[in-house]
C-alpha cells in the first residue's frame, strides 16, 4: 500500500497510569507509575497507528485526552503526511504557540502518523527513513540511588550488559553526592560510564561548585544542572566545568533547539520526542545538533528513539528508561546492553487487557 493512501479518519485518545518495575526518584519528587496517553490514528484504510505520551503527572491525563480529542475534527479527511500535518499545527496555533500539553499532543500525533506509515509500508520506521534496523548502544537510566538498598538495581545493569548508567542526584547536599557516586563507582567499577541528571535543581554558582568537586568520578556527562530555560545559566556552568553537560530534553520543537545550541548551552543534545516535535520535530533538531558537531542521545520512549537514533547520524546513546512496558505487548528487549527497532511502524501494539486493567 502507498503511504500516500492513507487518510485520517478517526483519533482516540485513552489514559492509563502503567506500573513502574521501579519507580522513579528525582530531586522534585517519585513518580510510582507512568502516567500516559496512549493515542490511535485510524485511517479509511484500516491501518491505525500507535504512540504515547508521558504526562508525568495524573493531573495531565484528562486534559490532553480530551485536547487530542478537540483535534480530531481538524484533522479528519485529511492524509496521514506528517511533514504536511506539522506545518499546519504550525500555521494553526502561531499566535498561541506550541509548548506544553497543545505540543505534547501534536508530537505524539506526529509518532502515530509515522507509526500508520510503517505499517501500511510493512516496513519498521527506520527502514523507512532511509535507516537499518540494528542494535544501538543503550544506557540505563536510573533514580536517585540508596547504593545500599538498591543495590539489586546496579547489579542488574551490569547483567544486562550495559557500558553506561545514568543516575539522578541533587536530592541532598554535596556530600550526598559524594558518597553516592562513591559508592556506585564502587559498584559498577571504573570501565563503566557514569553519567549524573541534576534535574534543574541548582543555581548557577551551586552547578559548577558541585561538578568540579564530583568530576573526580569520571562522569560522561552532568544533565541539566541548572533550570532547562536558563540557556546563559548552562552555558556559563559549561565553561567553567571540565565535565561535559547535557541537556536538551525541555527543548520545545526545533526552535528551541537552535536557541540552545546558538546559546552554546551543552556539550551533548538530548531532544526528547514528546517535545520536539515528534518523529519530523526531531528530524529538524538533529541536523542542527549535527552542524554543531553535538552527538545525540534519547530522552525516554525507547520504542521510538530506537527508530529515530538510527537514522540519526551523531546518535550517540539511546536512553533505557521503559514507562510503558506494562500496556505494551511486545516490548523492545534489551541484549547485552543494547536495543534494536522493531517493526513494522513502530513496533508497538496494546496490550488490551492491560490498557482496561490500568484505565484512569
Same mark, same amino acid.
Given at each position: ?33 507512568? +502516567? ?42 485529511? *492524509? ?18 506550541? @509548548?506544553?500539553?497543545?505540543? $505534547? ?5 506526529? $509518532? ?104 573526580? =568520578? ?20 559549561? *565553561? ?12 520545545? =520543537? ?8 546558538? #546559546?552554546?548551552?551543552?556539550?551533548? #543534545? ?26 545525540? *542521545? ?34 523492545? @528487549? ?9 517493526? +513494522?511502524?513502530?513496533? $508497538? ?12
Amino acid at each position: 500500500m502507498s503511504k500516500t493512501e492513507l487518510t485520517i479518519k478517526d483519533i482516540t485518545a485513552r489514559a492509563v497510569s502503567a506500573p513502574l518495575k521501579n519507580p522513579i526518584t528525582t530531586s522534585a519528587g517519585i513518580i510510582p507509575a507512568a +502516567p500516559l496517553v496512549l493515542i490511535d490514528v485510524t485511517t479509511d484504510q484500516g491501518i491505525i497507528g500507535r504512540s504515547y505520551i508521558f504526562g508525568y503527572t495524573p493531573l495531565t491525563l484528562r486534559p490532553l485526552v480530551q485536547l487530542i480529542a478537540n483535534l480530531a475534527p481538524l484533522l479528519q479527511g485529511k *492524509s496521514v503526511s506528517p511533514f504536511a500535518r506539522f506545518r499546519e499545527f504550525e500555521a494553526t496555533f502561531r499566535l498561541l504557540g506550541r @509548548q506544553g500539553l497543545l505540543g $505534547m499532543a501534536i508530537s505524539g500525533l506526529d $509518532m502515530a502518523f509515522w507509526d500508520a506509515l510503517g505499517r501500511a509500508a510493512d516496513q519498521p520506521v527506520a527502514q523507512l527513513l532511509g535507516g537499518e534496523c540494528k542494535p544501538l548502544p543503550a544506557y540505563d537510566s536510573l533514580g536517585v540511588i540508596d547504593p545500599v538498598k538498591d543495590l539489586a538495581l546496579l547489579e542488574n545493569t551490569l547483567e544486562q550488559g550495559f557500558n553506561a548508567v545514568k543516575i539522578k542526584v541533587g536530592a541532598g547536599d554535596l556530600q550526598l553526592d559524594i558518597d553516592t557516586l562513591a559508592a556506585v563507582r564502587n559498584v559498577i567499577g571504573n570501565d563503566l560510564r557514569l553519567m549524573i541528571d541534576y534535574n534543574q535543581s541548582l543555581t548557577v554558582p551551586e552547578a559548577i561548585r558541585r561538578i568540579n568537586r564530583l568530576a573526580e =568520578f569520571d562522569l560522561e556527562w552532568v544533565e541539566e544542572p541548572v533550570p532547562a530555560e536558563d540557556l546563559a545559566g548552562h552555558a556559563q556552568v559549561r *565553561s567553567n566545568c571540565n565535565v561535559a553537560i547535557q541537556t536538551g530534553e525541555n527543548w520545545w =520543537f526545533p526552535e528551541d533547539a537552535s536557541r540552545a545550541i546558538a #546559546a552554546g548551552a551543552s556539550d551533548y #543534545a538530548m531532544p526528547d520526542l514528546m517535545k520536539i516535535g515528534g518523529i519530523t520535530g526531531w528530524n529538524q533538531a538533529v541536523a542542527q545538533a549535527k552542524s554543531a558537531s553535538l552527538p545525540v *542521545s534519547s530522552h525516554i520512549f525507547v520504542e521510538a528513539s530506537a527508530h529515530v537514533l538510527a537514522v540519526t547520524a551523531n546518535a550517540h546513546y539511546l536512553e533505557y528508561l521503559d514507562v510503558a512496558s506494562a500496556v505494551v505487548s511486545n516490548p523492545p @528487549q534489551i541484549i547485552d546492553g543494547e536495543l534494536t527497532p522493531t517493526g +513494522p511502524g513502530l513496533g $508497538m501494539d496494546w496490550d488490551q487487557k492491560a490498557v482496561e486493567e490500568y484505565a484512569q
